[in-house]
């Protein structure tokens, strides 16, 4: 079984700026991809980004990238130029090769005007 | 194209007493989830369908919760009794098929057991 910790339960930035989530996970599998989702405050998922885990490159979308460890199982989301509709539940999920996701327990991002 | 529709948003009742909620995925995707998300946790998966077929239901509760897909489209999710501790926000998803498809989430639907 696969098992998503998010040490961090609540963060804030000030507008502009970056942050750093952090994400580890433990497993047993070798081929599986790795994700950000974003739960805004009227509750609707969102993914973010996602990363393979065959693919060493880091995976950008935008102003959100991510610093995949393998090795150490480590998988952080960075947001650059945070910006008020950024104030959202960030949650990292693991993928079997089942499509079945497994959750972190959420980190809240609160972005500071 | 549409998005994943649930229904209702909202649901309060008491203990013991019944309930049900419904998705619509979409259009196309074979792939149907239910998770469980209980108040500052993350979404749990309950239940896998694959067309009308379930894939798993592992973390399912089958005392009291049961969950159908009759015709591979719409499904229902049901509690009988409910317990105080199935307060939740029950999220359905939905996806083309299995790996690598993207999961899409719909809003919602926020239960109170009293």
């Known amino acids: 079984a696969q098992t998503v910790t998010q040490s961090q339960p609540e963060m804030s930035v000030q507008e502009a700026e970056t942050v750093t989530l952090s994400c580890t996970y433990d497993?047993?599998?070798?081929?599986?991809?790795l994700f950000w989702y974003k739960q805004p405050p009227s509750r609707q998922m969102i993914l973010v980004i996602r990363?393979?885990?065959?693919?060493?490159q880091n995976a950008t979308e935008n102003r959100f990238s991510v610093n995949f460890q393998k090795a150490a199982k480590s998988f952080s989301l960075k947001i650059s130029d945070s910006q008020l509709g950024d104030t959202a539940m960030y949650f990292c999920?693991?993928?079997?090769?089942?499509?079945?996701?497994?959750f972190g327990g959420g980190t809240r991002l609160m972005v500071k005007p | 194209e549409a998005g994943v529709a649930q229904s209702p948003r909202y649901k309060i009742i008491e203990k013991r007493q019944s309930v049900a909620f419904w998705c619509n995925p979409i259009?196309?995707?074979?792939?149907l989830y239910w998770y469980q998300q209980i108040l500052g946790q993350g979404p749990k998966l309950l239940i896998q369908?694959?067309?009308?077929?379930?894939?798993?239901d592992s973390q399912l509760p089958k005392d009291r919760f049961s969950a159908e897909r009759l015709k591979g489209v719409d499904s229902t999710l049901k509690i009988q009794p409910a317990k105080l501790e199935d307060s939740a926000v029950y999220l359905c998803?939905?996806?083309?098929?299995?790996?690598?498809?993207?999961?899409?989430f719909g809003p919602g639907t926020r239960l109170t057991v009293l």
């Open positions: 259009s196309g995707h074979a792939t």
């Open positions: 990363q393979e885990a065959y693919k060493q």
């Open positions: 998803a939905s996806s083309r098929g299995t790996s690598p498809h993207e999961q899409f």
């Open positions: 999920a693991f993928r079997n090769a089942g499509n079945m996701l497994t």
């Open positions: 497993t047993s599998e070798n081929n599986y991809y």
């Open positions: 369908f694959q067309n009308n077929g379930v894939v798993d």
